[in-house]
């Protein structure tokens, strides 16, 4: 993959970029905004075209950078990943949670994990009488990260990526470099 | 003395003189090269089991493991090849998918030397699928943990407790992918009748398997201890 | 006891032996007692009493004979006369027909083709021959005729020296120079100095030092003795598994008896060189037969390899230099201190000298225990001696050197028997393990089959091994369900080079051998597997095979 990235399809000469999360905290996307004055200069090369600070409803064409938050953890998120794949050139697994399943894979460790986790979410303790919704999409067996389902481009570790380290990531490939991971992600 | 007569080798193309016997690892950390390891613990009996201190000799096809290996008369060592370099991110990764690391939600984040090691080694996400072990926690002891999903077998903590606590509570069970690290006859920690709780073994760990309750990891994974246990080890 | 008294015995002993006209040697090795030899041994000795010719036939209970597959087996000399499958039924049959009548009796004979034919029986010189259990027996087929010629004529060095004239390389499977391991364990500066005798077969398939163990166990104890005798050690253990119980039988008995004829011991043949035998168990784990894991064991300690340098030549047991030998390689010895070096090298090829036990299985007409001269090729040993695949039956794959050994086809079938030509084609020599597979076979599943026994026998010390195979499983494991990618291959071989090159102990630095050749030899079946998610040979995707986590 070539790190350039291409800024004539938008028309404002911006990097069209998507944020999208998945199975997480929301505590990359956090960390996303916490880049502060950074993202001033950052702003004036992108268009965040997706996401959950933008109000679009549909995955766009055409998308230069992804940034996937989260795990894959349900039957839609399996949807949306392979659909944003397809839409998007460069692919980034955003946070532990995308990259290493992080929390949200703990409940791998059990069989029947995904019936197991969501009765003891909705019906413990069991004087609540409650019942698992049936509009929750059907979990997966387990949780994956990204890379086991489509092909990932790049990986920002950290719980959450430090902003710092998300404006590094960023200017390396608007500026059409790959940046060098080495000595500068932190799990956890 | 043997100790005094000086053999000269070549680290990484740098001509370096150390006492014999020495191994590559410390030959090369005492003239401010550094391998990585996980087994090795300055002060306990080299183990040469995580594989990560691999280097070549020139001459040999094979790899040695310089925690383990003594430096020799003439010998062209080389720590950081590309070869080498993947390897040991290889071998990172393997650990790492092996038994349940989420770093977020360990004890000993930010005090972890394979999460360490992951950090300035690039390795950015594990290639292969990630193994999910269920093992119960024993916190049956007064104070210390053992957390076996996490343990990356590195042995420090049976070595620590056989060599310098002289007890040999800590030892190993099963073979493979299933060996566990165990307290006497398999017993839960906290009926132990040979533990000392002399705390050594959570000093040592370098990931977050074994802990002490209540105490912060900072505290805990002392840098000193590396020169504690050299010492305990030289007192006679 | 000295030289002349062993002549006596030896003497004594033919006399006692010439006096009968037939000798019936029963087979009673682990293989055929499982057919119940030891009954037909019995029925022997009543029909021999009952038709009154206990005085021209001798009974004797006797080691493996060769031929497994068809046991119980019994050999009746003079002539070589082999019976197979031998029932209690049948018995006194045998013994009315061929020793009453002189008369051998033809519907029970084996008709083993070639089987002997390309075979040189050096190793297993007294195997189906000798009774295990008597001591004179082995004297009098020339038995403790070199220990002597050793103890008398020849000095230390000299006995190295011979040794290192032959030739012989270590039978365990590296193929190290055994003269040169000597040499290099008498020089060691430190005392004591011990010697360990490797029994732990625990190649699946794998039963040739079980056998020499329990057909002739003076040849191995001979054999350490004169170790003992050339690196100055005194004291040798032999490393057997538990689950070889006969083997361990026999072994104890002529450790006793050896010692109560001072040929271990204090003062050996009252000469000044002592040497002492123990037996130790080990519980049966496959990496136990690593030379630096069995030290450990021995030691009474995990099984687990530790590294070289330092090597056991220096640091063996208990920190002291010490000789570890596969039994193989000392039964030889004897051989060669009797007859010389240079006769030792006319047997196989110049720089790969004498010949090499085989426990041949699979898919084949004669399965048993062979020896051939080194040199020999995977052809013969497969077509002439193996007679080739019953049910007419196609060849598809021959493992060479147990499960960490290479699969490989019939393309490579010429290749010599020998370490550096199996090395070439992707083989080993390890342990001497030769599975015939037939075209019902997966090749994929076959390197799955292996990888697990491999995942399940590494002790779990080092990254590569334990924690790098179970990832390889892993990929087995999709491709053989139907979840398999082009992908795949690629992590296969690279995730095998990293453990071949990385591990600790030749179990890791051997075991993705299988899929290794597989992959060399067999790609389209990985290819049929992953992209048509079919299988011919109808192993895989059944879904007993998928495991669920």
Request: glycine share 8%.
């Amino acid at each position: 993959m070539s790190a350039a990235i291409n800024t004539s399809v938008s028309s404002n000469n911006r990097a069209r970029i998507a944020t999208v999360w998945l199975s997480g905290c929301a505590g990359c996307h956090m960390s996303f905004l916490d880049q502060d004055e950074k993202i001033v200069d950052l702003a004036k090369k992108i268009q965040v075209v997706y996401g959950p600070l933008v109000d679009a409803k549909e995955f766009p064409e055409n998308v230069e950078v992804t940034l996937v938050e989260g795990s894959v953890a349900n039957e839609e998120q399996l949807e949306v990943l392979k659909d944003i794949r397809e839409k998007t050139r460069v692919l980034i697994a955003f946070g532990d949670c995308a990259v290493t399943g992080n929390v949200t894979a703990l409940r791998n460790s059990w069989e029947n994990s995904d019936k197991e986790v969501l009765e003891r979410a909705y019906k413990s303790p069991e004087d609540l009488q409650a019942a698992v919704p049936n509009m929750v999409p059907k979990l997966l067996i387990k949780t994956r990260p990204l890379h086991e389902i489509v092909k990932v481009d790049f990986y920002i570790p950290g719980c959450p990526p430090s902003a710092d380290l998300i404006n590094y990531v960023l200017t390396e490939l608007l500026a059409g470099k790959i940046p060098n991971m080495e000595g500068k992600a932190k799990y956890g | 003395m043997a100790e005094n007569f000086m053999i000269t080798l070549k680290i990484d193309g740098v001509q370096i003189s150390v006492p014999e016997g020495t191994t590559i690892l410390k030959a090369a950390k005492d003239n401010g090269i550094l391998i990585p390891t996980l087994c090795d613990l300055e002060g306990l009996t080299p183990y040469g089991g995580c594989r990560l201190c691999l280097v070549e000799v020139t001459g040999s096809p094979k790899l040695f493991t310089a925690c383990t290996t003594p430096a020799n008369p003439g010998m062209d060592v080389t720590t950081n090849s590309e070869r080498l370099k993947n390897y040991r991110k290889i071998a990172v990764q393997m650990l790492m998918s092996e038994r349940v690391h989420m770093c977020a939600v360990c004890v000993a984040n930010d005090h972890c030397e394979l999460q360490a090691l992951a950090n300035q080694l690039g390795v950015n996400h594990v290639a292969f699928e990630r193994h999910f072990t269920r093992e119960p926690i024993d916190s049956s002891h007064d104070f210390l943990v053992i957390d076996r999903n996490r343990c990356i077998l590195c042995t420090r903590c049976v070595r620590v407790c056989d060599k310098i606590e002289g007890v040999h509570t800590l030892d190993l069970k099963k073979r493979s992918k299933n060996t566990e690290v165990i307290m006497d006859l398999d017993e839960a920690w906290g009926d132990s009748c040979s533990c000392t709780g002399c705390r050594k073994c959570a000093k040592v760990c370098p990931v977050g398997a074994i802990y002490i309750e209540g105490e912060a990891m900072s505290q805990t994974k002392n840098p000193d201890v590396a020169e504690f246990i050299t010492a305990r080890r030289n007192r006679k | 006891m000295n030289l002349s008294d062993i002549q006596k015995i030896a003497e004594e002993e033919n006399e006692f032996q010439r006096a009968y006209k037939y000798r019936i040697n029963v087979c009673c090795s682990s293989g055929c007692s499982s057919f119940g030899a030891f009954k037909v041994l019995k029925a022997f000795e009543d029909a021999v009493k009952e038709f009154g010719v206990e005085n021209i036939c001798k009974v004797a209970r006797t080691g493996c004979v060769g031929t497994c597959s068809v046991g119980p087996t019994v050999l009746v000399d003079p002539g070589e006369h082999r019976y197979k499958c031998v029932t209690l039924e049948n018995v006194r049959e045998i013994v009315q027909g061929h020793i009453v009548s002189g008369i051998p009796v033809k519907k029970y004979l084996h008709n083993h083709g070639d089987f002997f034919r390309k075979q040189h029986r050096l190793v297993l010189r007294n195997a189906g021959k000798i009774d295990p259990t008597r001591i004179q027996d082995y004297i009098s087929a020339g038995g403790y005729f070199a220990l002597a010629k050793c103890l008398a004529n020849m000095t230390p060095q000299g006995v190295i020296q011979e040794i290192l004239n032959s030739g012989l390389r270590g039978r365990g499977g590296a193929g190290f120079p055994v003269g040169q391991k000597w040499n290099l364990v008498a020089r060691a500066h430190n005392t004591p100095k011990y010697i360990v005798a490797n029994l732990d077969e625990g190649d699946p398939g794998v039963f040739a030092n079980r056998t020499l163990a329990e057909a002739d166990p003076h040849a191995i104890i001979e054999g350490m003795v004169i170790a003992g005798y050339a690196i100055d050690a005194q004291k040798g253990y032999i490393y057997i598994r538990s689950e070889y119980p006969l083997a361990i039988e026999v072994l104890q008995k002529a450790i006793t008896q050896a010692k109560s004829m001072n040929l271990l011991g204090d003062n050996i043949l009252g000469t000044q060189h002592n040497f002492d035998l123990e037996l130790r168990f080990g519980a049966g784990a496959f990496v136990a037969g690593e030379e630096t894991a069995i030290l450990m064991s021995a030691e009474g300690r995990r099984a687990q390899p530790r590294p070289r340098p330092p090597y056991p030549a220096n640091q063996g047991l208990w920190n002291k230099p010490t000789l570890i030998q596969n039994v193989e390689s000392l039964a030889n010895a004897p051989l060669i201190i009797l007859n010389g070096g240079t006769w030792f090298k006319s047997y196989g090829l110049p720089n790969c000298t004498g010949t090499k036990c085989f426990s041949l299985t699979g898919e084949i007409n004669n399965p048993g225990l062979i020896e051939v001269p080194m040199g020999i090729s995977l052809h013969e040993i497969v077509y002439d001696i193996g007679g080739g695949i019953p049910n007419g039956k196609k060849f598809k794959a021959v493992l060479v050197g147990g499960p960490s050994g290479g699969c490989l086809p019939e393309s490579t079938l010429e290749a010599q028997i020998d370490y550096d030509s199996l090395k070439n084609v992707g083989a080993i020599m390890g342990s001497g393990g030769i599975v015939v597979l037939n075209e019902d076979a997966c090749m994929v599943d076959t390197a799955r089959y292996f990888t697990d026994f491999c995942i399940d026998e590494s002790c779990g010390k080092c990254t590569p091994c334990r924690a790098g195979l179970a990832r390889v499983k892993e990929v087995f494991d999709k491709i053989t369900t139907g979840k398999g990618e082009l992908k795949d291959i690629d992590m296969l071989e690279k995730t095998s080079e990293y453990i071949i090159n990385a591990s600790l102990c030749g179990l890791g630095q051997t075991a993705p051998n299988p899929i290794l050749t597989t992959l060399r030899y067999f790609k389209e079946e990985y290819l049929e597997h992953i992209i048509n998610k079919k299988c011919k040979a109808g192993t895989c995707f059944k879904n007993e095979n998928i495991v669920e986590e």
